[in-house]
């Protein structure tokens, strides 16, 4: 059995708070998840995905979700769970240790243990070198502008209806153009610029050190040191070297 699925997470922490997922015969399951660290469903996260720390307060518990997803899912056969991006499967072992239910463990395992990222899939199927938004594919394939407002039974629902028009199409010509990635207000005075994005979210820096002063105004909420702000900058750079996400982010550099 087919599994497209989608998580919401908290910021910093990155605990799954809903989750949605569809089965290949069209099944859904969505619910909102109470995280241990409820306070870090920011400012932020609550203007990307509409989720509200008091919404996530009332919510069940990550062992009940799981627990009830597990009952959810069909035990016959081999299954494959197909996310978007690679922020997923990070979500789901960030929670797995706050469950002690062993229904839900179980759950959490086999998505880990069994997600694919579609993304990289589809981006050989447009012959792309970057992946593109999960919104603009959809709205590729129904021929009208799609806006994603990341909930997680939408995006696992677009997936599902992304997965399976991709499935029948031969791809000549890629019907994307291969856009530079947007700007901000900074000059990109470097040789290579820096680009931050995450879920369908893209911005560019000139340098790690501009993306780590973003950081710290729009996630952080704080004024950086000097020293804290090399530590951030690093880490960013890491992050790009490992082709490893970072606060949420996925990073890579581009050449001027």
């Not at 299954?79 to 797995?96: E, L």
Request: glycine share 4%.
């Amino acid at each position: 059995m087919k599994y497209f699925i989608d998580f919401e997470a908290s910021q910093f922490a990155e605990e799954i708070i809903s989750v949605g997922c569809v089965d290949e015969n069209g099944r859904s399951f969505y619910s909102l998840v109470r995280p241990q660290k409820p306070k870090k469903v920011t400012e932020f996260i609550t203007k990307l995905t509409g989720i509200t720390r008091e919404e996530v307060l009332s919510a069940p518990t990550a062992d009940e979700v799981f627990s009830r997803f597990f009952e959810w899912l069909q035990k016959d056969g081999a299954v494959r769970f197909y996310s978007y991006g690679d922020c997923d499967r990070r979500f789901a072992q960030n929670t797995i240790y706050a469950v002690d239910d062993f229904h839900a463990q179980l759950a959490l395992s086999l998505i880990i243990a069994s997600m694919v990222d579609f993304s990289v899939e589809l981006r050989k199927h447009f012959r792309m070198k970057r992946s593109v938004g999960l919104a603009k594919v959809v709205s590729y394939y129904r021929g009208e502008e799609v806006v994603q407002r990341h909930n997680s039974l939408d995006d696992a629902e677009y997936l599902r209806e992304v997965y399976l028009r991709s499935r029948s199409e031969v791809i000549d010509v890629c019907p994307f153009a291969e856009e530079a990635p947007p700007e901000t207000n900074v000059p990109h005075t470097g040789k290579h610029s820096v680009l931050a994005h995450r879920e369908g979210f893209e911005i560019t820096f000139a340098s790690c050190g501009k993306a780590a002063e973003w950081l710290a105004k729009t996630q952080l909420k704080k004024k950086l040191t000097t020293k804290e702000k090399q530590n951030i900058s690093n880490k960013i750079s890491l992050a790009i070297e490992r082709d490893r996400p970072y606060n949420g982010f996925s990073w890579q550099r581009n050449a001027q």
